[in-house]
């Protein structure tokens, strides 16, 4: 169910029943020539809302912001100074707690947040909360995952490419322009390859200065459409497994009970 569309009493009996939200991450940035900007978290939100619906679950409200500072060339693209961001997304997180949450799963939705939320989840040592974070690690299950493989036609992908496409086509396929798709892949430039392996800021843009990664060509409304279905699948079984789960919270609590005896 969706937090925005509950009512307040309504709301305080789902946290009850549920003990669990999910909050997607995405972020508004430049997705090639044919996806919205929106593209991240309006996928990752619908699949969110379609898993709610098989293993209940509150929605927190579509949340769109996140490290795309890679993308700030490009028109529409919304950030906001690295340490607002981080406080931003934690006081969301303490609101959610706050609501009386005890568990809130962080669907990511975007690739370029795997670092911030790495951090965000390894920041929850540093005090202790009233609630647990759970990072869903992958985002289909081993089967979906190897069935999918075999449903790609193209052999390269990363942004705006025929995954993500076909998720929009599988969520939102009224938003998709299809004949924008550009008519050359977009495989990396290689523009930093004379150094050893290195990660440096500009890297994304080095290899796709056109925020386009892949092949898009190849998506189509029914290969979107299984995505999605597999994806909420999931996320369905994973919300199961994070309220059956009870061993995070008491690991947190015996690791701040030990870090209060540390400090006398
Ligand atoms: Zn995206």
Not at 17 to 26: E, K, Q, W, Y
Not at 58 to 83: D, M, S
Not at 159 to 187: F, N, S, W
Request: aromatic share 10%; glycine share 8%; with cysteine.
């Amino acid at each position: 169910m969706q937090w925005e569309h509950l009512t307040s009493t309504d709301f305080a009996r789902a946290v009850q029943d549920t003990g669990v939200c999910i909050i997607t991450m995405g972020v508004v940035e430049k997705h090639s020539e044919h996806l919205p900007l929106g593209t991240d978290f309006l996928t990752a939100h619908k699949i969110a809302c379609l898993a709610a619906e098989k293993e209940p679950a509150v929605v927190f409200p579509p949340f769109y912001f996140g490290q795309i500072y890679e993308a700030r060339c490009f028109p529409g693209t919304i950030t906001l100074k690295p340490a607002l961001l981080i406080e931003l997304i934690q006081s969301v997180f303490d609101e959610i707690g706050r609501n009386g949450f005890k568990k809130i799963i962080v669907l990511n939705g975007h690739g370029g947040n795997n670092h911030l939320l790495g951090f965000l989840a390894q920041c929850s040592l540093w005090e202790e909360k009233p609630y647990q974070l759970y990072l869903p690690m992958r985002h289909l299950s081993s089967e979906a995952e190897a069935a999918w493989k075999e449903m790609q036609d193209a052999a390269y992908g990363g942004h705006a490419c025929e995954t993500e496409t076909c998720q929009v086509l599988g969520t939102y396929p009224e938003l998709v322009k299809m004949d924008r798709i550009p008519e050359e892949p977009a495989i990396p430039l290689g523009r930093l390859a004379h150094l050893p392996p290195t990660y440096t800021g500009i890297w994304w843009y080095s290899d796709y200065p056109n925020h386009y990664a892949g092949d898009a060509r190849p998506a189509t409304l029914e290969k979107g459409q299984k995505l999605i279905q597999w994806s909420a699948e999931y996320l369905a079984d994973y919300i199961a497994a994070v309220k059956a789960d009870t061993a995070v919270a008491a690991l947190s609590k015996e690791f701040f009970e030990r870090m209060s005896r540390v400090s006398g």
